[in-house]
């Protein structure tokens, strides 16, 4: 059996006007944020299935259920620090995140440097093991539209 293991994290939020944005543990100033039971930061909501997924922990609702009202408004990077948690008590240390945006507006990259370093001290590990991008899905379909915001990760981790 290898050490390394792989996992996959896909999610979506609706946008909605009023709504704060949360992405990658910042706060963005936009007219439009995402919903969800959380804050609804859908890049920290990929980086945890993808995680859990590669140790075989199930999902992020598995763990922190959206019906359970001891999370509704909760700050994802504690469910990511839990998620950390889980990983390193069964034995796992992260190799890399490779993570992906889709949203129209606003644009990520200006944030991509804080996002990285916010993430990397959540998780405990060094800003490189951590890589965002961001693409635009050129104006087609609900990104497109500016109606909501989707986010990809592979993680790749390691027994210890």
């Not at 996959?8 to 039971?37: M, N, P, R, S």
């Not at 859990?52 to 598995?62: E, M, P, S, T, V």
Request: charged share 25%; glycine share 10%; with cysteine.
């Amino acid at each position: 059996m290898s050490n390394f293991r792989v996992g996959f994290g896909y999610d979506v939020h609706q946008l909605k006007e009023g709504e704060e944005f949360w992405l990658g543990g910042i706060k963005l100033e936009h007219d439009k944020g995402a919903v969800g039971h959380s804050d609804a930061d859908v890049l920290i909501h990929v980086i945890c299935d993808a995680l859990l997924g590669a140790a075989d922990l199930r999902d992020i609702g598995f763990h922190f259920a959206d019906t359970d009202p001891k999370y509704k408004g909760i700050d994802s990077k504690i469910l990511l620090k839990e998620v950390m948690k889980l990983l390193r008590n069964n034995g796992y240390e992260l190799g890399n995140l490779d993570t992906t945006i889709c949203l129209q507006q606003p644009k990520v990259n200006p944030h991509i440097p804080i996002m990285k370093q916010c993430l990397a001290e959540v998780m405990e590990v060094e800003e490189n093991q951590v890589s965002i991008k961001a693409t635009t899905t050129e104006r087609l379909g609900f990104v497109g539209r500016e109606e909501g915001v989707s986010a990809y990760c592979v993680a790749l981790i390691n027994k210890k």
